[in-house]
């Protein structure tokens, strides 16, 4: 799913739908943890910033505003605690050439560190749980620290490893 589309009734991935499932079956006191945003900030950003003529700046802005209008609408519905998975910083993978103009690393990057930083700021204001995946593996270059990637030869690594990941996610719920 997309932070874009999630409350896109007719999104391709029904994501709003499937949410929606989610949330009828969950029991008073559940934790709801949506993770969206890092295909955005992959691939998607850029390239609508370069196809709307708009600035990134502005695209990273439409996204977030429209993934927070998802996640209030979530949490009038969520019986138990809702908590937002930050993304985690991007991998050195090369640039998408299925969606081109392809983004520079830097300036992915900077997408990705702006987003998270939108979206804890978010999740403050409305008071929702934060759980900022991305200070605890971003490396001092901006990228994944060593051995946190998911290896899936023969693609680039662009999410967390499972092993890595439960530890983080655990540590930051209890926080």
Known sequence: MTAYNLLKPDSSTQSWRKLLQV???????????VSAGEIDCRIHIYYQAQKQKESVTTTIMKTSIRYGAALLAARLLVRGRLGVLGIPPPGDEPANVNYPPACQLETRLSIYRSFNFH???????HEINYLDVYNLAVDE??????????????????????????????????E
């Open 141 to 174: 270059l901006g990228y994944f620290k060593e051995g946190y990637a998911e290896e899936t030869a023969p693609n680039p690594a662009v999410h967390l490893n499972r092993e890595v990941m439960r530890p983080i996610v655990l540590k930051l719920l209890q």
């Open 119 to 125: 979206m804890k700021e978010f999740c403050r204001l």
């Open 23 to 33: 949330i009828d079956e969950m029991n008073l006191g559940d934790w709801l943890i």
